[in-house]
């Protein structure tokens, strides 16, 4: 097979080396191809604008991994919008017709959920731009490749963790890290697992859903995790108090169909990830 991964990050990077590993070919695209490796083939291109490089004739799959330069509704929108918009005109240009493309998204686009469970059947009622933004570029997703022999799917990841993500662990090592008065459920996938499932369902012999939820087996409470670490770095436990509003909302997120998939988790819960992390295990793709 030959797959396009549209947007090389560490994410992306890191899938299309599981890819490679697996015996298939690799093109990547990244606006500094100079920093993928060398079993990737890479290719200069910037998604946000249109015109972008041809696509090898026998792509089997396109994975579409971008990450907006900004915390801005602007950047989200050039970001995942025109993303998708300029893969699939490419797609179009070129007569190409992949077995399937798959858009990273983002648990965000359900907002918040009072604490409940949330999976493929919720309806997403998105309480911020970016939210909105991606299930935007979702619809867009969908629309185009409707009448089409391409399969859409789409995977909506929790907070991405793992080498280089230490944003939890550094706020527990500097003091900074506080345990909501109010339990508040987190959900969060370690970036090899999250490559993984865009692997196992970009190949996979099944036909694929619509829409996966990506996220490891525990929505765990945020105060969990943060004492969790507090433990295994032999500190004393942050302090309860007023932690804002909190990213991503309060919910659970149920991975019950991908795991249906057959994928199997490297880290089920977190801590098995924050361990690893903690030591050494991995490293972030430049």
């Not at 070129?94 to 604490?115: E, I, K, M, Q, W």
Request: aromatic share 6%; charged share 20%.
């Amino acid at each position: 097979m030959t797959i396009l991964v549209a947007g090389c990050g560490d994410l992306g990077t890191e899938a299309g080396l599981r890819f490679t590993a697996a015996g298939h070919t690799v093109v990547g695209w990244r606006r500094s191809p100079s920093k993928l490796p060398p079993d990737i083939k890479a290719v200069a291109a910037d998604l946000s604008s249109p015109g972008l490089p041809p696509i090898p004739a026998d792509t089997t799959a396109v994975v579409i991994a971008v990450a907006a330069d900004s915390s801005s509704e602007d950047a989200y929108r050039t970001a995942y919008v025109s993303g998708v918009t300029h893969v699939l005109d490419a797609l179009e240009r070129d007569g190409v017709t992949p077995r399937r493309v798959l858009f990273v998204s983002s648990t965000a686009v359900y907002g918040d959920a009072g604490g409940g469970w949330v999976d493929e059947s919720t309806t997403p009622i998105p309480g911020s731009f970016s939210g909105r933004v991606l299930r935007e570029a979702e619809d867009l997703l969908h629309e185009r490749l409707r009448e089409t022999p391409t399969a859409a799917m789409v995977l909506r990841l929790g907070g991405i963790y793992g080498p280089g993500r230490t944003r939890l662990i550094d706020q527990v090592r500097n003091g900074t890290a506080v345990i909501p008065d109010t339990p508040r459920y987190t959900n969060r996938i370690h970036r090899d697992d999250a490559a993984g499932a865009i692997v196992q369902l970009c190949t996979m012999d099944d036909e694929p859903a619509p829409v996966y939820v990506g996220v490891d087996d525990d929505p765990a409470e945020l105060g969990d995790v943060l004492r969790f670490l507090a433990a295994e770095l032999g500190l004393e436990g942050p302090p309860s108090g007023n932690a804002g509003d909190g990213r991503g909302g309060n919910k659970r997120c149920s991975n019950r169909l991908l795991r249906g998939t057959g994928y199997s988790f490297v880290y089920p819960t977190f801590r098995e990830g924050y361990r690893a992390i903690l030591a050494g295990v991995g490293v972030r793709h430049p």
